[in-house]
């Protein structure tokens, strides 16, 4: 992630990350109180652009709101910051990683000062032509009334990393969790949708993390006409369906072969899904649609 030139973001300053310090006696590690992000950059004809900079900061402060923390940076100075902190690392295409930590504090009481954090590296956009093969955790998302699961916090991660984990060692390249009602909600770190009958479903906010790239779907399904509804489903109604993809900014759009070991049936490149997987990956460095338009009416023309 770094090397010794590497420079990182810390409380107003630009520091070598490898001499940068945290405290061993912060809530952040004791007890995964701290809201980050996931955010990426990419190398485009207009220069570095930062994907969608805004919201994500936006949705960095709204999860410090909903942890108590106190959290005055405005999301312009953070985007700002960010532009600058990839020049002195010389990343175009990049991933970027803030996260807004409190004082030392060791009680159960909610932060009294909070730092921001911004560590960027390399990412190298290769085109996600993998497909991959899922399977349904045995792990619940959190429940609603437990977390605010619409903030982004590192403690939920602990969940992420259970059913990740659990995934990788039965054989699959990712999990499928449920809700505590048992609805399909996410990935351990993306959305999810699926596809039947020329129609896109993804579960509606309650037990996700409402993501950014969820939300871009919802974009390119509009200026494409693709049709899209927000539902609660089980893995049942999911399971053989036509298609379905995980979307999450690190992810983009992924593809799933099979789910439980049962395939999706349709050939991925003949489903709307892949046309969405298309028009992320040219949102992402063009930023318009009149291209991708073009393309959608030779294929269903
Ligand atoms: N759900 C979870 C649990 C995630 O960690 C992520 C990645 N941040 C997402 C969904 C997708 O969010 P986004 O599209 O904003 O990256």
Redesign the pocket.
């Known amino acids: 992630y770094y090397n010794e030139n590497s420079v990182l973001y810390f409380n107003g300053e630009y520091v070598k990350a490898a001499e940068a310090k945290t405290d061993l006696y912060s809530q952040s590690l004791h007890y995964g109180y701290a809201v980050f992000e996931?955010i990426k950059s990419y190398s485009t004809a207009q220069g570095t652009r930062i994907f969608k900079a805004k919201e994500h900061y936006e949705r960095l402060k709204r999860s410090a709101e909903l942890m108590l923390m106190p959290f005055e940076y405005t999301a312009d100075e953070m985007v700002e910051i960010t532009y600058e902190l990839l020049e002195k690392n010389g990343l175009s295409n990049a991933y970027i990683r803030p996260i807004v930590v409190c004082s030392p504090n060791m009680s159960l009481s909610k932060g009294k000062e909070s730092y921001l954090a911004i560590e960027v590296w390399n990412w190298d956009n290769g085109y996600l032509a993998n497909q991959m093969n899922v399977m349904t955790s045995s792990f619940e998302r959190p429940n609603p009334k437990a977390f605010k699961v619409e903030a982004?916090v590192s403690g939920h991660y602990v969940n992420?990393i259970l059913a990740c984990q659990e995934a990788k060692d039965k054989g699959f390249d990712e999990a499928v969790v449920l809700d505590h009602q048992g609805f399909v909600a996410?990935s351990?770190?993306?959305?999810v949708f699926y596809e039947k009958d020329g129609v896109l479903y993804t579960p509606p906010k309650g037990s996700?993390?409402p993501?950014?790239?969820?939300a871009t779907v919802f974009e390119i399904c509009d200026a494409l006409g693709i049709p899209y509804t927000e539902k609660l489903f089980t893995p049942e109604e999911m399971r053989g369906s036509d298609a379905a993809f995980f979307?999450?900014?690190a992810a983009e759009i992924v593809a799933l072969g099979s789910m439980d070991s049962v395939p999706f049936s349709l050939p991925w490149e003949d489903t709307l899904s892949s046309v969405v997987q298309k028009a992320y990956r040219h949102l992402v460095v063009e930023e318009d649609y009149t291209y991708l338009k073009s393309q959608l009416k030779l294929k269903y023309a």
């Open positions: 996931g982004k992420s996410e351990s770190g993306a959305n996700i993390l993501g950014i790239t969820r979307c999450g900014t």
